[in-house]
């Protein structure tokens, strides 16, 4: 899920641009996957974040001075993280953004799938996905839209079978339940008009 | 009626057999947060601006804001079974409403469900909630009339088919009164009204609809009603939709349609509501920047559209509607100007286009195989009465003035006047129609001519003369006619006349026969005078209606009826009191005790006015 905040989403696109920037110029000199690593280390980061209340007071807490939160965040991750993720947040803090963390990370994110030319795409079935469902939908939606999807699984058996395939708000709903709910609404229209110029008729007759 | 089981059957059998086991495609968004009618959606990033969306709870709702990653949504419908998270469809749509004449006699909200109970309303036909509205070249100058059935307005305020026209007075002044008695007089007029009701009680609508079908409106009226319990977004929606419904009969259909929007002031405060929750700023009175063109474009949806004639071969059907039908001029566009067509496919527009058509189909060869037709889908109107409700007579508030400014004149009522006793209460000095006089009966127009201005300089008078001046004999006429016209004007609601008998009683008036007359005896002496008229002169009556002017002859014999009849009321009226004063002498102390007196007057009220307190305090002291 985004942030709730217009502003805020355009201001973390921002830092996450300039994040990848940086993370492609240093693959580029220096080797690795740093683009990829980046990527990694700001989604854990995301997490730690929606999930750690001591993380997200140390972040965002005003009465935290921001030097004394510079300095935590250097104890806590330097050598833990890559050094660019690391100075990254310095920044951020020093200017005073560090709260837009998970919608940098978000950003990034989506960023680096676009640069990546991947796909996010989630799927919901009634029953997990074999390993050939799951090759076998990879290569649909990558003949329809030619990019490489990374598939987000969610498990629900109240769909009672088929597929929802989501990628991005675009949303193709070949599920059971959905069929079978369109084609109730659809016989009951139709009976209740039915049932209705029926009426009129006896009324007019009358 | 029996339910035929195997009919269903067969439906369902059909119904699966032509399912098609397709995807559902959809662009969805998710709700992030809901409130005061108004809902953030994530994501709908193709999402146009008044695209209609659709809730997972099968609420409907508008998209009014686009933002970098969220839009924001007015709900139409039940928000309060909207929750953050839930699924938000784009339809590809905009907001529409059902038409068509299965809507007539109905009352629907802004969305076109019925709120009447009568079951579901059979019609395919949909139109868009905002329609442009036509320009320049399909339309033409007023000049039809829409008679409301008001003295005081059809003589000289009047309103013609197409026009504008703005009631304007404080809260019970009878603004609403004066629009359901025009609907009431469109009966057998081939008009279709629209009554739309926005943040009125509901019980006030429950009202009209009940007079409305007393009195056989109900037959080409529709009423749409968004009532002071429905979210601000159907209030704001409301006069669009009503227009929507009026705009069917009038572009496909070529009526006359009417439509009531009551009222504006409400409409205005509900888009201002809205306007706040989506965080757009506010401007004066803190409305939002654009509640000008909310009201501009509604109101210019509301056209005379021009008459489209052709010459057409003779067999032509007398309802055909098809252009392709139009016999083209050789010439085209060539053609003298006095034949010229006013489209390529022989096509030509308004009365002037008319004249240019018989013009070409004299000269024509084969003239008795042609004839002009004018095509039934053209000439369609829509007038429009707009209400606006004023705080204490000030019309310089802003959505007043915004008004005031966009319609083609005002018809403005005072609480003064309306406890005066003068009822309809219209103030006659500042209540104007800029367009209307075009389109007003010629016979009307020279019995009523100076009527206005009489009146205006009776006001001045009447307030000089209660000084206590001593007058000279011309102003003390003046003063004495004013009275009687004033008089004369007075008409109690529900109670619409035809023109002919307007035309009448206010000849009657301006042609000096009420001058000797004592004041109170004005009204009594008017209804006898008309049914005089269509008991024993049925013949002036028809004239009136047949001739479109009052000629000398008519003239005459007008004036002998009056002055006959006055004779003979006269007489009678003196016998009456003759009687009485012998009578009353007898009775005298048989008087009614005061008490019974008072209650009979309080009865005799009509109940949508306030008791006067005077009265309804004496009643209770009474009482208790």
Partial sequence: MASFDDKATALARVYAEAILQVAREQEAALGGDTVDEVRAELEELGELYARNAGFRKLVTDPVIDSEERAASLERALRGRASDLVVDALGVMNRKGRLGLLPAVAEAYVEAHDRLRRRVAVRVTSAAPLTEDQRARLAAAVESAGGRTPTLRERVDPSILGGLIVQIGDRKADASVATKLHTLSAALLARASRQIQSRQTQSGRSA | ?624
């Fill in chain 2, 1 to 624: 009626m029996k339910f035929q089981v195997d009919e269903i059957a067969s439906v369902i059998a059909e119904e699966i057999q032509q399912y098609r086991s397709e995807a559902d495609l959809a662009e969805v968004g998710t709700v992030l947060e809901v409130g005061d009618g108004i809902a953030r959606v994530y994501g709908l990033t193709n999402a146009m601006a008044s695209e209609k969306v659709t809730f997972e709870n099968g609420a409907s709702g508008q998209v009014l804001n686009l933002e970098e990653s969220s839009v924001g949504v007015v709900v139409l419908g039940d928000y309060l079974g909207i929750k953050a998270g839930d699924e938000v469809r784009r339809t590809g749509e905009l907001l529409s409403v059902p038409v068509g004449d299965a809507m007539i006699g109905r009352v629907v909200d802004p969305v076109g469900r019925p709120l009447d109970g009568l079951g579901t309303i059979e019609t395919s036909l949909s139109r868009p909630l905002e329609f442009k509205a036509p320009g320049i070249v399909e339309r033409q100058p007023v000049n039809e009339p829409l008679q409301t059935g008001i003295k005081a307005i059809d003589s000289m305020i009047p309103i013609g088919r197409g026009q504008r026209e703005l009631i304007i007075g404080d809260r019970k002044t009878g603004k609403t009164a004066i629009a359901i008695d025009t609907i009431l007089n469109q009966k057998g007029q081939d008009v279709v009204c629209v009554y739309v009701a926005i943040g009125l009680k509901e019980s006030t609508v429950a009202a009209v609809v009940d007079k409305l079908k007393e009195e056989g409106a109900m037959d080409y009226t529709i009423v749409v009603s968004a009532s002071a319990s429905d979210p601000a977004p159907l209030q704001y929606i409301a006069p669009y939709a009503g227009a929507a419904m009026a705009e069917y009969f009038m572009y496909e259909r070529g009526l006359a349609t009417l439509c009531v929007y009551d009222d504006l002031s409400k409409q205005a405060q509900a888009y201002r509501q809205l306007s706040l929750l989506l965080r757009r700023p506010p401007g004066r009175e803190a409305y939002p920047g654009d509640v000008f063109y909310l009201h501009s474009r509604l109101l210019e949806r509301s056209v005379k559209l021009r008459d489209e004639y052709a010459v057409v071969p003779a067999d032509t059907p007398e309802d055909a509607t098809d252009r392709s039908l139009a016999v083209r001029h050789p010439e085209g566009f060539g053609a003298p100007e006095e034949h010229r067509p006013d489209e390529e496919r022989g096509i030509y527009h308004r009365t002037t286009g008319r004249e240019r058509a018989e013009a070409w189909l004299e000269t024509m060869d084969d003239a008795e195989g042609h004839r002009v037709h004018q095509f039934p889908d053209s000439g369609g109107s829509m007038t429009a009465l707009p209400i606006i409700e004023t705080l204490e007579g000030e019309v310089s508030a802003y959505i007043p003035t915004n008004v005031i400014s966009i319609t083609d004149g005002q018809i403005y009522l005072e609480p003064d006047l309306f406890f005066a006793g003068i009822r309809p209460a219209v103030n006659v000095g500042i209540s104007v129609s800029r367009v209307g006089g075009n389109a007003q009966r010629k016979a009307m127009k020279t019995v009523a001519g100076s009527l206005r201005l009489d009146l205006a300089a009776f006001r001045d008078l009447e307030a000089f003369a209660q000084l206590g001046t001593e007058l000279d004999p011309a102003s003390a006429r003046q003063l004495e006619r004013g009275r009687r016209m004033t008089e004369l004007l007075k008409q109690p609601q529900y109670s619409p006349y035809p023109v002919n008998d307007q035309i009448l009683s206010i000849f009657a008036g301006t042609r000096g026969f009420l001058d000797d007359l004592p004041v109170a005896q004005v009204l009594d002496f008017e209804r006898e005078l008309l049914r005089h008229f269509h008991d024993e002169f049925p013949e002036v009556v028809e004239e009136l209606d047949r001739e479109k002017k009052i000629s000398d002859e008519l003239d005459e014999k007008i004036r002998k009826v009056i002055g006959d009849f006055k004779q003979h009321f006269v007489r009678e009226r003196e016998a009456a009191r003759a009687e009485e004063a012998e009578e009353g002498e007898a009775s005298e102390r048989k008087a009614p005790p005061r008490g019974a007196a008072v209650e009979t007057a309080e009865v005799e009220a009509p109940a949508d006015e306030p008791a006067e307190p005077a009265v309804a305090a004496a009643a209770g002291a009474e009482r208790s």
